[in-house]
């Protein structure tokens, strides 16, 4: 009766395991490099086991490729606001700094108080963002024939060594 209970066990946890890896993954938008070195875009991505379906932006059409065609795939994840924010921020400051260090044509000496060298690197931050924003990061989702990155596969399956019924777990990250 126990072992007739952990056999139930096995076949759920494997249904439910399967059942789970149906659909890999769902994307709004990726870039697929196909194995004829082209370069697709496209939006409503769904990959399954064997087979990728996509809406070709370029074509305008719905298609469906097997996984073997496919080298990489890539998918957007976040962007370079932080990144633009630092380096606009940094190079506004050190342009703020190096306008008060050069001498006045004139000879009027001008002291720059602390909301010049804020209002410059304030400026510098924004302009950062903004053009960080405008930039996603683009993130390796799959690779000639392996899934790296935001996909973490689970294979169950059965151990019956040594007459023990057991249940064997392997989570690759």
Same mark, same amino acid.
């Given at each position: 009766?126990? #072992?007739?209970? /952990?056999? *139930?066990?096995?076949? @759920?946890?494997?249904?439910?395991?399967? &059942?789970?890896? !149906?659909?890999?993954?769902?994307?709004?938008?990726?870039?697929?490099?196909?194995?004829?070195?082209?370069?697709?875009?496209?939006?409503?991505?769904?990959?399954?086991?064997?087979?990728?379906?996509?809406?070709?932006?370029?074509?305008?059409?719905?298609?469906?490729?097997?996984?073997?065609?496919?080298?990489?795939?890539?998918?957007? #994840?976040?962007? /370079?606001? *932080?990144?633009?924010? @630092?380096?606009?921020?940094?190079?506004? &400051?050190?342009? !703020?700094?190096?306008?008060?260090?050069?001498?006045?044509?004139?000879?009027?000496?001008?002291?720059?108080?602390?909301?010049?060298?804020?209002?410059?690197?304030?400026?510098?931050?924004?302009?950062?963002?903004?053009?960080?924003?405008?930039?996603?990061?683009?993130?390796?989702?799959?690779?000639?024939?392996?899934?790296?990155?935001?996909?973490?596969?689970?294979?169950?399956?059965?151990?019956?060594?040594?007459?023990?019924?057991?249940?064997?777990?392997?989570?690759?990250?």
């Amino acid at each position: 009766m126990k #072992k007739l209970f /952990y056999l *139930l066990f096995v076949l @759920l946890c494997s249904a439910t395991a399967w &059942a789970q890896q !149906a659909d890999i993954g769902t994307f709004k938008r990726a870039r697929l490099y196909l194995s004829d070195y082209s370069i697709v875009k496209a939006s409503k991505m769904t990959i399954k086991e064997q087979e990728v379906s996509f809406f070709n932006v370029n074509s305008k059409t719905t298609q469906n490729l097997p996984l073997s065609s496919i080298e990489l795939v890539r998918v957007p #994840k976040g962007s /370079y606001v *932080l990144e633009g924010a @630092l380096f606009g921020g940094g190079t506004l &400051a050190l342009t !703020a700094l190096l306008v008060d260090l050069q001498p006045d044509p004139l000879g009027i000496e001008t002291e720059k108080d602390t909301g010049f060298y804020l209002s410059y690197t304030a400026v510098g931050v924004a302009i950062g963002a903004v053009v960080g924003l405008l930039f996603p990061k683009w993130k390796l989702f799959y690779s000639n024939g392996k899934f790296v990155g935001s996909n973490a596969s689970l294979q169950v399956s059965p151990d019956s060594e040594f007459r023990n019924i057991g249940v064997k777990i392997r989570l690759g990250i």
